[in-house]
């Protein structure tokens, strides 16, 4: 979507969030999505510049997924590259 322009190049503060549906799940090793951890922050480098992103993945309760998303957002604003605590 960067790639053809669908999507605005990313400026320095920008975060994409990533929603997931019921029918997609998140592994990160052999952690579970919903289960072990209820969202999280990363980064990969494109063509467009560096890319931050936050994963939620799905939870019917629309308070918890707002608290994780809230959370991981303020996660990646602090510590964008996740290396090392806040």
Known sequence: MLHNHALPAPAASTVYVVFLSPEVSS???GYQGGTDYAAYHNFFHADA???????????ANAAAQLQATTKALIE???????DGWF
């Open 27 to 29: 592994i990160i090793g």
């Open 76 to 82: 990646t604003a602090l510590n964008p590259h996740g």
């Open 49 to 59: 510049g560096e890319v931050r992103y936050v994963v939620v993945p799905f939870n």
